[in-house]
């Protein structure tokens, strides 16, 4: 079964990094989006940045200039490079592939925890 798995997360200070990692199980094809979102309690998912075969790359506007998503085809690996990170970054990270081309799919990683704080 195709799965999405993340890690990287973690505790970190404000001004510090981390590199998020999502990992496929299975081989990413056809016309699709990948990227990362966001939910921090109580509030909606939101886009982080994605990346698209279609479309060049978008990063929300508070992450601009800070963070910065790439992708690794052979390792089938998606990356989340967060440097500067503020404590408003504190939130559960999610990957996502989502497949327009046949057969259409919208994966769902597991999530992992962000947590920006002194």
């Known amino acids: 079964q195709f799965q999405l798995v993340e890690s990287g997360g973690g505790l970190v200070q404000p001004g510090g990094s981390l590199k998020l990692s999502c990992t496929a199980s299975?081989?990413?094809?056809?016309?699709?989006?990948m990227g990362w979102y966001r939910q921090a309690p109580g509030n909606q998912r939101e886009l982080v940045a994605t990346?698209?075969?279609?479309?060049?790359?978008i990063y929300a506007d508070a992450v601009k200039g800070r963070f910065t998503i790439s992708k690794d085809n052979a390792k089938n690996t998606l990356y989340l490079q967060m440097n500067s990170l503020k404590p408003e970054d504190t939130a559960v990270y999610y990957c996502?592939?989502?497949?327009?081309?046949?057969?259409?799919?919208?994966?769902w990683g597991q999530g992992t925890q962000v947590t920006v704080s002194s």
């Open positions: 299975g081989t990413i094809f056809g016309l699709y989006t």
């Open positions: 990346m698209s075969t279609r479309t060049s790359i």
């Open positions: 996502n592939y989502e497949r327009a081309s046949y057969p259409r799919r919208d994966y």
